[in-house]
């Protein structure tokens, strides 16, 4: 008995369930990406400076390689600096490619780039491939990795003898044309003892890797494989719109031959869409690579009828998402589907009566001019769409990290009015020059900012602050642009780079490591300690730098970084000495001692300083631990009113807390309070919070407890130390430094415990995890014996003569444990 099925069902069930296979086998990577995400994150980071790269004979490196490399890069800029004519134009060979002789090989040399970049080095066990760790080179300006090399790819590491602040290494360069060379590539550190900590964590990271390397068993992969192909076709559309994922689709039909080409478009029906056109055709072409590689040699394999090979085939969830564009711009996938009078490339077809095998028309001079003058038409028309096409991708990236950036809710929503009322101030003539009204101004701000203009409000309210105050010449910055100083080393290049994954980690634009955010925010960190070489960079300039990011581009976050620092004087905190720092957690005591006593004694009681808890919310214009959104509008504040915005938020959120705070009855119970569950604002809180903050002026009480405190440090100082209490003081002083160090190693003890604990914890879930996976293992198990009992019984009640007409389905077991399916027929 016989029956047909409905090919569209069977492709949806199919479809269906490909897709379940695909989930769940990205689920199983989550768990390999999520190491490999680990390993990037504990990664050694280094900035180095590219001086360029020279082609060498022999894999080892000479002693004296690197100062040699070095003599020739500068002989060449000396050259080209010669070659240069007057008036600003350039001599014949200037801008051509000059080679020099290394080694007495006569091996070319590249002319040296002026281009500070990041080098990024993977240990070895970590961020492995293939059996080994990676060398990146990141370029903070481009946000792209500029050079990849792998350890296997590496031959030896070399430190400069005369110029002990330059290193390279040699590493083996693929060629397309010809065999592969070597080729040293030479870098600066800014210090000798930085370029001798990246030889020891390069010898380091290859020992690591090699004795990784010999324990892993090498996983061979045929190439040309028909099921490996039509995987990586998958990887290729994945995630790709319907049109884009079709001109791939077709670019891999060309490569077929003209029968299997047929056999896929006979078979093919007609699709409501390019999404259902694209699942058939690539259920179509799974269907025939299977065909194909239960016949297929793998590279190097003796063919032999016995052996049986596996493969595991993953196609992507969707293969296409849907899309804005039409599908009529397209080429079908099939010949059926166009008109009746045209070939597959849009072309009329001769007539049916015509003869194919007679004589080609003979074209004149006219015809191939028509033909030429056409093509080049078309050539410029395509040149001019993909122009359009990469400025409209570019566009849409820009919008979507600007999204990204701006991925908050806002405190309050913006009325109509008041967008009217910022737009015509953003666009009024003359607004960088004339002084607006104050009082207007902060009125506007209390009505509220909209967060797709705030970056431009922060840059008028800072050009307005500046026509009213103007700082004397010697407090203000160097007049240095901010591309000159990405082009110098700093010394503060680790202390930036561990703070970069600690800051905002868990915002999207911030959360890639060494991604497109945390490169624009080193290269601002970076650019401000070459300019202030007093602070330098300190913990809490990193999340200010980081809203700033989110609002506007990289040089306008780097003024605006120089105008709350200099103009604003945020500065005066971050010095050595952090005297600025002491009078502001004097000034919120005396703020809390007037008018909150039952808080202020109930924090005294307890020995609970401001330093304690409102440390970081001065340092930082509460961004380390509050709300993106609550952040944003205390800056809006910040740039009309100073720091003194700072005492009346704090005030304001103490105050409105203060009874939970009283009801806290112990040291650790109230500042986990105040660290944890303060900073966990409702948006009705946020406006309460900023709507009182706009209400209060304590400007004067601020002015007078500065005034104070200063009065109390000179009365002390001239006092100055009994003469019997001198000895008790440096024994206490002594004291105070050991119990400091006492207090570091235990702050790295308790950190190391909390990492074991969390260890322990996964590996208590992994094995939680693989009993409940035996457990269904031996379900299963029980579940198809029985099933195979139900088949034998079956199998017993049917006549013999009637099982010529049915299928049975074996299930075999191999020697792995797997389960095979093998179909017969009697």
């Not at 003209?258 to 179509?284: C, M, T, W, Y």
Request: glycine fraction near 6%; charge should be negative.
């Amino acid at each position: 008995m016989c029956g047909h099925w409905s090919p569209l069902l069977k492709v949806s069930e199919v479809i269906s369930s490909i897709r379940q296979v695909s989930k769940s086998a990205l689920k199983a990577d989550a768990k390999p990406k999520q190491e490999a995400d680990d390993a990037f994150y504990n990664s050694q980071k280094f900035e180095v400076l590219y001086c360029g790269k020279v082609t060498v004979l022999q894999k080892k490196a000479a002693v004296t390689l690197i100062d040699d490399c070095i003599d020739k890069f500068r002989l060449h800029e000396v050259e080209r600096k010669r070659l240069r004519l007057p008036g600003g134009r350039r001599g014949s060979t200037e801008g051509a490619c000059v080679e020099f002789l290394m080694g007495g090989g006569g091996e070319p040399i590249s002319s040296a780039l002026n281009e500070s970049i990041e080098y990024t080095e993977g240990p070895g066990g970590e961020d492995m491939t293939g059996g080994g760790g990676e060398i990146n080179l990141i370029s903070p300006e481009s946000k792209t990795v500029v050079l990849e090399k792998n350890f296997k790819d590496i031959s030896s590491c070399c430190q400069g003898v005369k110029r002990s602040d330059h290193f390279g290494f040699i590493g083996r360069d693929k060629c397309e044309s010809g065999p592969s060379q070597y080729v040293c590539y030479v870098f600066q550190c800014a210090s000798e003892s930085l370029v001798d900590e990246v030889m020891l964590t390069l010898k380091q990271a290859f020992t690591t890797a090699a004795a990784l390397q010999s324990n892993q068993t090498q996983v061979q992969i045929c190439e040309a494989c028909p099921m490996h192909d039509l995987h990586k076709l998958c990887e290729r559309i994945e995630g790709l719109y319907p049109p884009r994922a079709k001109l791939a689709i077709q670019k891999y039909l060309s490569q077929l031959s003209d029968n299997e080409q047929a056999e896929i478009f006979e078979r093919r029906l007609k699709p409501g869409s390019d999404q259902e056109e694209n699942e058939l055709v690539v259920l179509h072409l799974r269907q025939l690579c299977g065909t194909k590689q239960k016949s297929h040699l793998h590279i190097g394999e003796v063919p032999n009828d016995s052996g049986t090979v596996h493969f595991l085939n993953v196609l992507p969830v969707d293969l296409c998402v849907s899309d804005h564009y039409g599908s009529r711009e397209l080429l079908p996938l099939s010949p059926c589907g166009t008109g009746s009078g045209l070939d597959p490339l849009g072309r009329p077809l001769p007539p049916a009566g015509s003869s194919l095998s007679g004589e080609r028309p003979k074209r004149t001079g006219a015809d191939y001019r028509a033909l030429w003058k056409t093509a080049i038409h078309q050539q410029i028309l395509l040149l001019r769409m993909e122009k359009e096409n990469q400025r409209l991708e570019a566009s849409r990236d820009e919008l979507h990290i600007r999204k990204m950036k701006l991925n908050y809710q806002e405190v309050g929503q913006c009325s109509t009015e008041t967008l009217a009322l910022w737009d015509r101030k953003l666009t009024a003539p003359g607004r960088t020059t004339l002084a607006q009204n104050k009082e207007e101004l902060h009125g506007a701000l209390c009505q509220g900012v909209p967060k797709s203009r705030r970056g431009e409000v922060w840059l008028l309210l800072s050009h307005q602050y500046r026509l009213r105050h103007r700082l004397p010449q010697r407090q203000q910055a160097l007049d240095v642009s901010y591309q000159d100083l990405l082009k110098q080393l700093t010394a503060q290049q680790h202390s930036i780079l561990v703070d970069l994954g600690r800051t905002f980690p868990t915002h999207q634009y911030f959360s890639a490591q060494l991604g497109a955010g945390q490169l624009s925010l080193y290269n601002l960190l970076k650019a401000y300690s070459l300019l202030d070489t007093e602070v330098g960079y300190c913990q809490g300039i990193s999340f200010v730098a980081g809203v700033l990011l989110l609002h506007m581009s990289e040089e306008q976050a780097f003024d605006m970084l120089k105008f709350l620092m200099y103009d604003l004087g945020i500065r005066q905190q971050f010095r050595p000495d952090m005297v600025s720092l002491q009078v502001q957690m004097y000034q919120l005591s005396r703020l809390l001692h007037d008018y909150h006593r039952d808080l202020y004694n109930h924090l005294e009681e307890h020995e609970i300083g401001p330093s304690l808890y409102a440390a970081p919310w001065f340092l930082t214009l509460f961004a380390s631990q509050f709300p993106l959104n609550f952040v944003s509008r205390v800056f809006d504040f910040v740039f009309v009113e100073g720091t003194g915005v700072i005492f009346k938020v704090a005030l304001c959120l103490l105050s409105s807390r203060e009874g939970e705070i009283v009801e806290c009855d112990s040291f650790e119970s109230i500042v986990d309070y105040l660290k944890t569950t303060l900073p966990a604002l409702s948006q009705t809180q946020m406006e309460e919070t900023i709507a009182k903050v706009t209400e209060m002026d304590i400007s004067k009480q601020l002015h007078a407890y500065e005034v104070e405190y200063h009065v109390l440090q000179d009365e002390m100082l001239e006092a100055g130390p009994l003469p019997d209490d001198s000895d008790r003081l440096d024994k206490l002083e002594k004291t105070n430094v050991q119990l400091k160090k006492q207090n570091m190693d235990l702050l790295e003890k308790l950190q190391v415990e909390k990492r074991i604990q969390t260890l322990e914890t996964s590996v208590e879930n992994f094995l939680s995890r693989e009993s409940k996976m035996k457990h269904m293992i031996r379900s299963l198990e029980q579940d198809r014996a029985a099933h195979q009992k139900t088949i034998e019984r079956m199998r017993s009640c049917v006549p013999p003569d009637a099982l010529t007409d049915v299928e049975m389905t074996q299930f075999k077991t191999g020697p792995n444990g797997k389960a095979k399916t093998a179909a017969k027929k009697p």
